[in-house]
């Protein structure tokens, strides 16, 4: 499975941006999609996670009622709607597939939450 993340940049505190994440290879294989980011400085963090079955949802405290997780099973492609941001979501984006308990990530895209 490769993952390819799309969508970063720089937005300013209290605005919005829409990640992409498309994967390719066995993607009939995945379970689970997810996002995880990582600040300067700090360890990756999980910020939220979908299945492919179903849709069930989990958030991460720092995004609940901001960030929204979403997936298009027909283009293998999963979406991080970020709404509200903060200085403290500064950070490489990463994207996260699950085939059964094995995890494969993608590159890294930048976000910027500066004034």
């Known amino acids: 499975v490769q993952l390819q993340a799309f969508g970063g940049g720089l937005v300013q505190p209290g605005g919005s941006l829409r990640l992409s994440c498309a994967a390719s290879g066995s993607t009939s294989s995945i379970n689970m999609l997810g996002w995880y980011r990582q600040a300067p400085g700090k360890q990756r963090e999980l910020v939220a996670t979908?299945?492919?079955?179903?849709?069930?949802?989990n958030y991460a405290d720092s995004g609940k009622g901001r960030f929204a997780i979403s997936r298009d099973n027909a283009k293998n492609t999963v979406y991080l709607q970020m709404n509200r941001l903060k200085r403290e979501d500064t950070g490489v984006y990463y994207c996260k597939a699950w085939v059964r308990a094995t995890g494969y990530w993608g590159q890294g895209t930048l976000v910027t939450v500066s004034s």
């Open positions: 979908i299945t492919t079955d179903g849709g069930s949802t």
